[in-house]
């Protein structure tokens, strides 16, 4: 059974920072693409970033290239999204995702989920 535990959220005011962590378990973390998406209240599911299974190649959104930074870390079976120049519209819950090796940016396509972690900016 594969687990994803997203941590790192939080209230940050616009311009600022945060880090968010997804610590994966039940799996073999280096056979997974790595997702984050994030849902504000009352809209759908928006894809932000993905990462490959190898090679670390990135797919950030156009609404956040620039400014958020996503990676992983092997030898912890944890995904990373570092995000900078924080903007209200960012406030949503970020959840990561996992699907076999490739990138999608269909939320549909992830097999396992995180329970989401809150990201409040204000102005």
């Known amino acids: 059974q594969v687990q994803l535990v997203e941590s790192g959220g939080g209230l940050v005011q616009a311009g600022g920072s945060l880090r968010l962590s997804c610590a994966v378990s039940?799996?073999?973390?280096?056979?997974?693409?790595m997702g984050w998406f994030r849902q504000a209240p009352g809209q759908g599911r928006e894809f932000v970033a993905a990462i490959t299974w190898i090679g670390g190649d990135t797919d950030p959104a156009d609404s956040v290239k620039g400014r958020f930074t996503i990676s992983r870390d092997d030898a912890k079976n944890t995904v990373y999204l570092q995000m900078n120049s924080l903007k209200p519209e960012d406030t949503a819950v970020y959840y990561c995702?996992?699907?076999?090796?490739?990138?999608?940016?269909?939320?549909?396509?992830?097999?396992?989920w995180g329970q989401g972690t809150q990201v409040t900016v204000s102005s």
């Open positions: 039940g799996g073999t973390f280096s056979n997974y693409a």
């Open positions: 995702a996992a699907k076999w090796r490739l990138v999608d940016r269909d939320y549909k396509a992830y097999s396992y």
